[in-house]
């Protein structure tokens, strides 16, 4: 089974910066599709954004273009979220996300994704 775990959570001040990590256990893991979502307390989890197994397609929510950016380096099997002039209601519990299937058609959606990470905590404060 494929294991996914995030690192680079934690505390910062709105306007500030923070990059997640996301490492996966993977035989080959140029072979999975790659995506971040985030839930915050009392909310349904929602989608952040999402990468091809290439890097070649990256799509994001609208509540983040412009701000946050998602890369890969599969030589390290390891998915980036890089997250610049974070706001308060960026404030959630950050998971990766990934899955095998071939096709990038749907990857907004949290039945898009086989398998998930533990999840990591952001809290931005004003």
């Known amino acids: 089974q494929v294991q996914l775990v995030e690192s680079g959570g934690g505390l910062v001040q709105a306007g500030g910066s923070l990059r997640l990590s996301c490492a996966a256990s993977v035989r080959t893991f140029s072979n999975y599709h790659m995506a971040w979502f985030r839930q915050a307390p009392g909310k349904e989890r929602e989608f952040v954004g999402a990468i091809s197994r290439n890097g070649g397609l990256t799509y994001y929510a609208d509540s983040v273009k412009g701000r946050f950016t998602i890369s890969r380096d599969n030589a390290k099997n390891t998915v980036y979220l890089q997250m610049n002039s974070l706001k308060p209601e960026d404030t959630a519990v950050y998971y990766c996300?990934?899955?095998?299937?071939?096709?990038?058609?749907?990857?907004?959606?949290?039945?898009?994704?086989?398998?998930w990470g533990q999840g990591t905590q952001v809290t931005v404060s004003s």
């Open positions: 996300a990934a899955r095998s299937s071939v096709s990038f058609y749907s990857m907004k959606l949290v039945r898009d994704y086989d398998y």
